[in-house]
């Protein structure tokens, strides 16, 4: 998946200018990375918050390959490299892109969602649990997955899918570890029931206020 997003120029940097950029209404950015030039640079920009947070919302979220549209510059395929939101409102206070070579591979965490449901929990009483709920792959970045699938058909009860256990992909490369459990069928835990005897012996035990004297 791809994504528009256009860009202007800013021409200082800095917490006052950043704060002048948002009451504009729209969000301080930088983007990283090698430039026309062939050198590293960081400029600084800024964006349209809506654009920006449609994109983040996204199922790809973060690993979506951006078109970036920068005055004076063309158009420049970027991804997203890191955002700030605002703890309280949630609204995006900075963001940093950086330049991506489409000929080059990248490596990039990607969500795993589970397909189907497993018979261990429908027909044995178990529940679903994810251990891990990401795993890193190298890929070109035409070829980022927007999430891994995980078919969970067949898990009975105390088994699971491991990362070995994921269907082969020629364009995508797993990084993450093959032995790491991403999700299991397990039995849930038991809530702990306290026994008549026990609540017997806890009343014995517990100390007795002294009676208080009559009037």
Request: glycine share 8%; aromatic share 2%.
């Amino acid at each position: 998946m791809e994504a528009v997003l256009e860009a202007v120029a800013r021409e200082t940097r800095g917490k006052n200018e950043a704060h002048r950029t948002r009451v504009a209404g729209r969000v301080p950015a930088v983007l990283y990375g090698i430039a026309g030039s062939g050198k590293a640079e960081a400029t600084a920009i800024s964006v349209e918050p809506k654009a920006l947070t449609r994109i983040l919302h996204s199922e790809a979220g973060a690993n979506t390959l951006i078109s970036l549209k920068l005055a004076g510059a063309g158009d420049t395929r970027v991804l997203v490299k890191d955002y700030q939101l605002d703890p309280i409102t949630h609204q995006i206070l900075h963001a940093d892109f950086y330049r991506i070579a489409m000929d080059k591979v990248l490596r990039v965490t990607v969500s795993v969602v589970a397909r189907g449901e497993a018979p261990g929990v429908k027909q044995q009483g178990g529940i679903l649990e994810f251990v891990h709920r990401q795993v890193e792959v190298e890929c070109l970045p035409a070829d980022i997955p927007e999430h891994i699938e995980i078919g969970v058909g067949e898990l009975m009860l105390h088994q699971g899918v491991r990362v070995r256990d994921l269907p082969a992909n020629p364009k995508v490369k797993f990084v993450t570890d093959a032995d790491t459990m991403l999700v299991h069928v397990i039995m849930p835990k038991a809530e702990e029931v306290a026994t008549p005897a026990a609540d017997a012996a806890g009343a014995a035990a517990a100390p007795t206020a002294p009676a208080e004297p009559e009037v």
